[in-house]
Protein backbone atom coordinates (compact mmCIF):
# COMPACT_ATOMS: atom_id res chain seq x y z
CA UNK A 1 0.00 0.00 0.00
CA UNK A 2 2.69 2.38 0.74
CA UNK A 3 5.00 1.73 -2.34
CA UNK A 4 1.67 2.42 -4.15
CA UNK A 5 0.82 5.69 -2.68
CA UNK A 6 4.28 6.58 -3.85
CA UNK A 7 4.16 5.23 -7.35
CA UNK A 8 0.87 7.65 -7.52
CA UNK A 9 2.83 10.75 -6.33
CA UNK A 10 6.18 10.13 -8.46
CA UNK A 11 3.25 9.68 -11.52
CA UNK A 12 1.33 12.99 -10.35
CA UNK A 13 5.00 14.91 -10.21
CA UNK A 14 5.74 13.90 -13.70
CA UNK A 15 2.40 14.81 -15.19
CA UNK A 16 2.70 17.97 -13.54
CA UNK A 17 6.13 18.08 -14.94
CA UNK A 18 4.93 17.64 -18.41
CA UNK A 19 1.90 20.24 -17.80
CA UNK A 20 4.63 22.76 -17.36
CA UNK A 21 4.58 22.51 -13.65
CA UNK A 22 7.91 21.89 -10.82
CA UNK A 23 7.61 20.04 -7.85
CA UNK A 24 7.52 22.81 -5.74
CA UNK A 25 4.30 24.11 -7.55
CA UNK A 26 2.55 20.34 -6.79
CA UNK A 27 2.21 21.27 -2.76
CA UNK A 28 2.93 24.90 -1.79
CA UNK A 29 4.21 24.53 1.54
CA UNK A 30 2.73 26.37 4.78
CA UNK A 31 3.76 29.63 5.06
CA UNK A 32 5.38 30.87 8.03
CA UNK A 33 3.96 33.97 8.90
CA UNK A 34 0.46 35.26 8.06
CA UNK A 35 -0.71 37.87 4.92
CA UNK A 36 -1.80 40.04 7.75
CA UNK A 37 1.99 39.73 8.75
CA UNK A 38 3.28 39.96 5.00
CA UNK A 39 0.99 43.24 5.16
CA UNK A 40 2.77 44.88 8.04
CA UNK A 41 5.96 44.04 6.84
CA UNK A 42 5.23 45.42 3.44
CA UNK A 43 3.70 48.87 5.42
CA UNK A 44 7.07 49.35 7.30
CA UNK A 45 8.68 49.23 4.10
CA UNK A 46 6.61 51.77 2.12
CA UNK A 47 4.47 53.39 4.45
CA UNK A 48 0.43 53.29 3.07
CA UNK A 49 -2.14 51.07 3.06
CA UNK A 50 -2.17 47.17 2.36
CA UNK A 51 -4.25 46.83 -0.70
CA UNK A 52 -3.94 42.76 -0.97
CA UNK A 53 -1.50 40.10 -0.01
CA UNK A 54 -1.06 37.38 -2.81
CA UNK A 55 1.08 33.94 -1.53
CA UNK A 56 2.74 32.67 -4.93
CA UNK A 57 5.98 31.25 -6.23
CA UNK A 58 8.03 33.31 -8.04
CA UNK A 59 11.90 34.13 -8.30
CA UNK A 60 12.22 29.95 -7.12
CA UNK A 61 10.73 30.85 -3.76
CA UNK A 62 7.44 30.82 -1.99
CA UNK A 63 6.73 34.68 -1.20
CA UNK A 64 3.95 37.23 -0.44
CA UNK A 65 3.20 39.67 -3.17
CA UNK A 66 2.03 42.69 -1.05
CA UNK A 67 0.25 45.57 -3.09
CA UNK A 68 0.52 48.76 -1.03
CA UNK A 69 -0.86 51.90 -2.07
CA UNK A 70 1.69 54.77 -0.81
CA UNK A 71 1.79 58.40 -1.49
CA UNK A 72 3.21 58.52 -4.41
CA UNK A 73 1.61 55.78 -6.17
CA UNK A 74 1.11 52.17 -5.98
CA UNK A 75 3.62 49.30 -4.81
CA UNK A 76 4.26 45.90 -5.03
CA UNK A 77 6.41 44.72 -2.29
CA UNK A 78 7.63 41.23 -2.24
CA UNK A 79 7.84 39.47 1.89
CA UNK A 80 9.23 36.16 2.57
CA UNK A 81 6.93 33.89 3.67
CA UNK A 82 9.56 31.92 5.99
CA UNK A 83 11.08 35.18 7.37
CA UNK A 84 9.05 37.94 6.95
CA UNK A 85 11.53 39.97 5.51
CA UNK A 86 11.06 42.36 2.53
CA UNK A 87 12.63 41.00 -0.57
CA UNK A 88 12.13 43.54 -3.22
CA UNK A 89 9.79 46.57 -4.05
CA UNK A 90 8.94 48.05 -7.29
CA UNK A 91 6.61 50.49 -8.19
CA UNK A 92 3.26 49.64 -9.84
CA UNK A 93 -0.08 50.22 -11.68
CA UNK A 94 -3.37 49.29 -11.15
CA UNK A 95 -3.27 48.52 -14.61
CA UNK A 96 0.10 46.54 -14.93
CA UNK A 97 -1.22 44.47 -12.35
CA UNK A 98 -3.96 43.92 -13.79
CA UNK A 99 -2.27 43.05 -17.04
CA UNK A 100 0.15 40.37 -14.81
CA UNK A 101 -3.25 39.13 -13.41
CA UNK A 102 -4.84 38.39 -16.87
CA UNK A 103 -1.44 36.55 -17.94
CA UNK A 104 -1.76 34.17 -14.89
CA UNK A 105 -5.18 33.43 -15.07
CA UNK A 106 -4.26 32.34 -18.68
CA UNK A 107 -1.03 30.31 -18.15
CA UNK A 108 -3.02 28.58 -14.78
CA UNK A 109 -5.91 27.97 -17.91
CA UNK A 110 -3.66 26.54 -19.71
CA UNK A 111 -2.91 23.52 -17.17
CA UNK A 112 -5.80 23.38 -14.74
CA UNK A 113 -5.08 21.49 -11.12
CA UNK A 114 -6.56 18.49 -11.42
Not at 39 to 56: H, L
Request: with cysteine; proline share 4%; net charge positive.
Amino acid sequence: MKNSKIVCQVIAVAAMAAAGHSAAHAAAPKPKITPAQAEAAAVKKIPGKAVSAKYEFEDGRWQYAVLVKGKTGMYEVEVSSSTGKVLDQEKTSAAEESKEAAADKAAAAKHPAK
